[in-house]
């Protein structure tokens, strides 16, 4: 179910504001780990948007261009040319070469070697990096010279240049950690043991000090070498509850508020409403959708009619106009009308009470006196409801949701946790009983692999990596995952991105 497509918003002190050495910022959840290739955590991404540099990224207008590397690789350059793999498959190589004159925070050359580590990590799978299927097709990194690999792939794909979360990681820290043993790697990594030593950082910051699930404090990194940053420090304050979050930054104890973990798209707009002098308000639409997670191996979530009941029984263009004032638009499908692969027809799912009911009949569940259904067995529809704690918006939602499903039929239970447990236990580990609410951050035609291929569901043989936290298990859907990078015609892509 994919229920809202989320705003981003920011928050700064007018442009008259003094100048200042140190900027505090709000947001409203801690990282579960700083390790960049460990989890996926909006507020570790944030963190590390300050620390670290990848090797490419994505600009304002979704361009690929280098960060850590010198080219990008295309055909044309010849930094990227067409093989053959050893056991005959069409494949493709990947030269890449960083930068001179790159450092990590203590000093020490950024060197292939570090990229050579990051891939023999990934490609251990006890040591749980994801996204696993890169390490997987990416068979052989050769070392060229200091500063320059090249990747082997065993097949061609349309976004063959883009690294995503393949990065230096620092050879000479973290290789002896994770040698020692791969399978405990992810929890004695100096990144969470020891964040505040400088070798860790390469981006134009590095982490000072932390306080566990209160902050993160950054300084300028000495051994950065592009053009300086603004600020002498920036101070990270995790706030979870936005009506405090709010406090803080109208006593001045915050500086601003992060659009991406921040306040909720109404309760920003109505401090605009206050307060409309005082601060710079920004909304801009993002590659965000907030959705609920289903687990599919719950028997009564295991049946397709009762999904379908859960979603027909939503207002959700009530919700939007009622909780966010309009500003957001309702997700009918994973790929948000932004992208270029964005379907116009994709199928979508009215509010409709009468046929959920009639979904919910059919599966079995019929009407009990108080007004919940129950099954032949004679037990409730009852459905635990979880999303993080504290922000506000989303336990507004729920509600709406709990009144909305009970308008049918379903009990919804809601129970919720701080961010850090709910993505690092209970969502990475597949803890979560029935319904999860959270957000995902895409990026222009993400093939989500890592969230709907069968091979992607979060197993302890593979120390839990992977975000297929549904468990969703599909193999058409599997096929069109493996068929969309493979194919390099935009325009033979669309009608596999519609089927998807």
Known sequence: MRALVAALLALGFAAAAQPRDVLTIGITQYPSTLHPNIENMAAKSYVLGFTRRPLNARDADWALVCLLCETLPTLENGLAARETTPDGRPGI???LRLREGLRWGDNTPITAEDLRFAWEAGREAAT?????EFYRSAYELIVVDPRTVTLRFDRVTFDFAAMGDFQPLPAHIERPIWQADPRAYRTRTQYDTNP?????????????????GSGVNLERNAAWNGAAPAFRS???????NTTALEAQLLSGQLDMIAGELGLPVEQAAALQRRAPSRFRFEFRPGLIYEHIDTNL???ILSDRRLRQALLLALDRPRIVAQLFEGRQTVAHGLVNPLDAMADPDVRQYPYDPARAAALLEEAGWRLAPDGIRRNPAGERLSLE???????????????VLAAMWRAVGIEARIRNEPPRVFFAETLSRRRHQALAMFAWISSPENVPRASLHSDEIPRAERNFSGQNYPGFRNPEMDALLEALPIELNPEARRPLWNRL
């Not at 505040?196 to 566990?212: E, F, H, K, M, T």
């Not at 918006?393 to 729920?398: A, D, H, L």
């Open 385 to 399: 409801l979880m999303t993080t704690a504290g922000n506000r918006s989303r336990e507004q939602v729920q509600q």
């Open 234 to 240: 920036i101070r990270i304050r995790t706030v979870e």
């Open 93 to 95: 190589r990947v030269t």
């Open 128 to 132: 749980g990096f994801g996204p696993a």
């Open 297 to 299: 191996d719950n028997p």
């Open 196 to 212: 505040s030593n400088p070798g860790l950082w390469s981006g134009p910051y590095r982490v000072a000090s932390v306080q566990p």
